[in-house]
Each structure stands twice: as structure tokens, then as C-alpha cells.
């Protein structure tokens, strides 16, 4: 069965406090890992795409990486504007819909 | 500016009636979803259309139905056979799979 697990459920940094949130995965056939940021009350805001194992993507102070079984979201020294929930999805070959994780909260305190 | 609306923002359902959730985009996309999202839990797909006048259930698709009449439009009813509705609902779309989702502000739906 199709499964994503991210962790840690909810963190806590100190404004430029880096740190990364994990999104670990088991999906036959993996299409494509997709990283969302939600704020409270809205809905999920595109981060990236990563397709294959090795590849990497940045945006400002986010990088998301891609292995085999897993992808990480670093967030180098945060302000507190990058605090919110941040989902990962994957995408299984052949079909055209996305299975989420449950999130992982980040406060970023001043 | 293209994307997609959800209205309402809340909604309050009594016991027994039915609601229906209004999903519209100027994207110009296919496919279109309904997720909803529980604390704690990741979205949970309810019902998806890849084509005009065609979906396909979703994982948690008892107690919902939907249409696709227009490819702009996805409205999904909530019926009183849902057990459980309290929960916030998200509708998105995408213009095919290697570009992702975009993602409607939501509706918040609460039983009293």
C-alpha cells in the first residue's frame, strides 16, 4: 500500500535556526515527490517537484532532496514569515492523483 | 488572475441536509479534485474528474457525490449519509501530472 510518513509532527526553530523536515515514502513506481506549504485557514501552495533519486530544487531558503526512500526539506536560517505546514505528497506511476502526508508544523520565533 | 474558487468559505450544515460546495477555475485544466483535510491526518482524496462528464471515486468517496458537467466547474454534494462531514475541503486542479496541483482556498464545513 501506498504510504507517506513525514516527520517531525510539529518544530519549533529560533529565527536562523536551520534545520529539516523528513517526508519518507513507500509507492510502487514512484512518479513524482511534491512539497506544499500551507498556511492556517488556506489552501496548499506549490513548492517542487523532484522526479528521481539524487535530484535537488531550491527556492529562497528552502532545498528539497530526493533518495530512494525519502526526501528532506532544509530550511536554511528561517524567518518567522517561513513558519506553516508544510505537506508532502507522492505520485504513483500510471495514476494521476497524489497521496499526502499528514504534515510537519514549523514555528519559526523571532 | 487565473485560478480556483471554492465558495463558501464556512458552511454550516444542520442534521440530514444536504450542502453543496461550489469549485470553479479559469485555468484551463483537465483533471480536478476534492480532498478533505482532518486535523492531524493528510488530505484524503474523495473524488476526481480527468475528463468533462467523467470521475472516478476517491479513497473516502461515501456520503459525497459530484458532477462534471463543465470543465471549468467540479461542485461536490455532501449528502446526509456522510456520517462525519466537520471538516475542511479542498478543491484543485492541475494541467497535467508533472506540474502539480493548484489548490483553492477551501471550505470550511461544520455540523450543528
Known amino acids: 500500500e501506498d504510504q507517506v510518513t513525514q516527520s517531525p509532527e510539529a518544530l519549533r526553530l529560533q529565527e536562523g535556526e536551520s534545520s529539516s523536515l523528513n517526508c519518507s515514502y513507500t509507492v510502487s513506481g514512484l512518479r513524482g515527490l511534491f512539497w506544499y506549504r500551507q498556511d492556517p485557514g488556506k489552501g496548499p501552495e506549490f513548492l517542487f517537484t523532484l522526479y528521481s533519486a539524487g535530484e535537488e530544487k531550491e527556492k529562497e531558503r528552502l532545498k528539497a532532496t530526493l533518495t530512494k526512500k525519502e526526501s528532506f526539506l532544509h530550511i536554511t536560517a528561517p524567518k518567522p514569515e517561513d513558519s506553516a505546514t508544510y505537506l508532502c505528497?507522492?505520485?504513483?506511476?500510471?495514476?494521476?492523483?497524489?497521496?499526502f502526508g499528514a504534515g510537519t508544523r514549523l514555528a519559526v520565533h523571532p | 488572475d487565473g485560478g480556483i474558487t471554492q465558495s463558501p468559505k464556512y458552511l454550516f450544515r444542520k442534521e440530514g441536509q444536504n450542502v453543496t460546495l461550489s469549485c470553479e477555475q479559469n485555468l484551463n485544466h483537465d483533471a480536478m479534485y476534492w480532498y478533505r483535510q482532518d486535523p492531524g491526518q493528510g488530505l484524503r482524496l474523495i473524488y476526481y474528474?480527468?475528463?468533462?462528464?467523467?470521475?472516478q471515486k476517491g479513497d473516502i468517496a461515501e456520503g459525497y457525490s459530484v458532477s462534471r458537467e463543465k470543465k471549468e466547474s467540479f461542485p461536490l454534494t455532501v449528502t446526509s449519509a456522510q456520517k462525519n462531514p466537520t471538516a475542511f475541503y479542498l478543491c484543485?486542479?492541475?494541467?497535467?501530472?508533472?506540474?502539480?496541483?493548484?489548490f483553492g482556498s477551501g471550505t470550511r464545513l461544520t455540523v450543528v
Open positions: 474528474s480527468q475528463i468533462v462528464n467523467d470521475f
Open positions: 505528497a507522492v505520485q504513483r506511476g500510471g495514476y494521476n492523483k497524489l497521496i
Open positions: 484543485a486542479s492541475t494541467q497535467g501530472t508533472n506540474y502539480g496541483y493548484t
